[in-house]
């Protein structure tokens, strides 16, 4: 049974850091890409990053480029969101998802598997 379980998230003030888990079960995590979304109320799911098997190849939005940085510990099959210099903006329901085809980090439909998310708040 695959699993996802994210962690980490919390209410946090405008300029504030937050570092979300993603613990993985199920799945030959060291092998596939993974990748961060959220969804803010009243709009789409918006991918945030991304991260390669290996961990080398990396991908931003640039809504948060500069400010987050993606990275896992594939010995330990968790993903990490490392999230810098909060604004209101940042503030939605993150997931994590895993993906173990080829096809593109950049579709949320191509990933198989997804967490319950977590809730980011940042507050001014």
């Known amino acids: 049974q695959v699993q996802l379980v994210e962690s980490g998230g919390g209410l946090v003030q405008t300029g504030g850091s937050l570092r979300l888990s993603c613990a993985a079960s199920?799945?030959?995590?060291?092998?596939?890409?993974m990748g961060w979304f959220r969804q803010a109320p009243g709009k789409e799911r918006e991918l945030v990053a991304t991260?390669?098997?290996?961990?080398?190849?990396?991908y931003y939005t640039n809504r948060v480029k500069g400010r987050f940085t993606i990275s896992r510990d594939n010995a330990k099959n968790t993903g990490y969101l490392q999230m810098n210099s909060l604004i209101s903006e940042d503030t939605a329901v993150y997931y994590c998802?895993?993906?173990?085809?080829?096809?593109?980090?950049?579709?949320?439909?191509?990933?198989?598997?997804w967490g319950q998310g977590t809730q980011v708040t940042v507050s001014s």
């Open positions: 998802a895993v993906k173990t085809s080829r096809s593109t980090v950049y579709i949320g439909t191509n990933y198989d598997y």
């Open positions: 199920g799945v030959p995590f060291s092998s596939i890409a």
């Open positions: 991260i390669g098997w290996s961990g080398r190849n990396t």
